[in-house]
């Protein structure tokens, strides 16, 4: 089976674009959380969308926005851009319980 | 606030046995877990703790007071291929949230 998909890998943007990350979850699951980790610090909570609605939102500014397709996968973008954004953005899917598989991630560069 | 106390770096032998703790103040409680994250790759799910006890895998058990609001992770047997990130997770709702300790970096050496 495969796992919890990310798109793209990496990706460089410069100060005040914007920028769409994907991610598809394992098949069955319909929860998706994304994640902002820093180098050298623990996954910080941005989003959780479940059956295509918005379950929580962590302390992210407006520039973060996320929504949840019918087929489960997942969008998060970020609008004009900040060099602190860089960092790996991950997605998670759970089937509801507590264990959540993490995607590989996306690297985000903002120069 | 919300914070989740571990150790920044561990070192340990092929073979020892290592225990990373981990303090936690939320505001709400659904469990511990443990995630394991080697350089450059995905956090890998280890253990989850609900209720106080000790959870065992394998070379890997978990454990939980509820009233300390203390768990740990205990890895026997330590393989070089241990060498990772080690982060403890709160998950603080009955959603996805959790949330992440700092991590501890634990160094296997020969």
């Known amino acids: 089976d495969a796992g919890v998909t990310q798109s793209p890998t990496h990706l460089i943007k410069t100060r005040g674009q914007h920028v769409t990350l994907r991610c598809s979850p394992i098949?069955?699951?319909?929860?998706v959380s994304w994640y902002q980790q820093v180098l050298g610090q623990g996954p910080q909570f941005i989003f959780q969308?479940?059956?295509?609605?918005?379950?929580g939102r962590g302390n992210f500014p407006d520039r973060f926005s996320a929504r949840q397709f019918p087929n489960y996968s997942s969008e998060l973008n970020v609008n004009a851009l900040l060099l602190g954004d860089s960092a790996l953005y991950l997605c998670?899917?759970?089937?509801?319980?507590?264990?959540?598989?993490f995607g590989p991630g996306t690297r985000l560069t903002v120069l | 606030g919300q914070s989740l106390e571990q150790p920044s770096e561990v070192t340990a032998v092929e073979g020892a046995i290592v225990q990373i703790n981990c303090t936690y103040q939320?505001?709400?409680?659904?469990?511990l877990s443990w995630y394991q994250q080697h350089d450059g790759g995905a956090p890998t799910f280890l253990s989850y703790?609900?209720?106080?006890g000790l959870e065992e895998t394998g070379r890997f058990s978990s454990f939980l007071s509820r009233s300390d609001s203390y768990g740990y992770l205990l890895l026997q047997e330590l393989q070089m291929k241990d060498s990772a990130s080690y982060f403890c997770?709160?998950?603080?709702?009955?959603?996805?949230?959790?949330?992440f300790g700092q991590g501890t970096e634990l160094s296997v050496k020969p």
């Open positions: 998670a899917s759970s089937p509801g319980g507590q264990e959540q598989f």
């Open positions: 969308y479940y059956e295509k609605e918005e379950r």
């Open positions: 098949s069955g699951h319909k929860s």
């Open positions: 997770a709160v998950r603080d709702n009955q959603g996805g949230k959790l949330i």
């Open positions: 703790n609900a209720l106080d």
């Open positions: 939320t505001s709400g409680f659904y469990g």
